[in-house]
């Protein structure tokens, strides 16, 4: 099992940058593949991006491909996202999941962090 904590978020102006952390506990981090959602208000929750358990797989949403970049330091336990360019409609609850197995974009992931605010003004 593990236990997903994202920190990172923020107000920021459009146009700005931020970058999320994801820390996980237990000593199994580098055997689970890592996916960023975001839920905006009103809206159901979406794929950002995903990276496989060593980062030789990495996959993007189109809104989000060329500005956001996930990776991950499995000597840390910790995933990022960084996010530049950011855009009002980027303001969301960002969440990070693990799932043991592939990368994938749906939301078959098995844990889930609080989530961390995101918002971008105009």
């Known amino acids: 099992q593990v236990q997903l904590v994202e920190s990172g978020g923020g107000l920021v102006q459009a146009g700005g940058s931020l970058r999320l952390s994801c820390a996980a506990s237990g000593r199994t981090f580098s055997t689970y593949a890592l996916g960023w959602f975001r839920q905006a208000p009103g809206k159901e929750r979406e794929f950002v991006a995903a990276?496989?358990?060593?980062?030789?797989?990495?996959y993007y949403a189109d809104s989000v491909k060329g500005r956001f970049t996930i990776s991950r330091d499995n000597a840390k336990n910790t995933a990022y996202l960084q996010m530049n360019s950011l855009k009002p409609e980027d303001t969301a609850v960002y969440y990070c999941a693990a799932r043991q197995g592939v990368i994938q974009t749906a939301e078959t992931y098995d844990y889930w962090g609080q989530g961390t605010q995101v918002t971008v003004s105009s």
């Open positions: 990276i496989s358990r060593r980062a030789g797989s990495i």
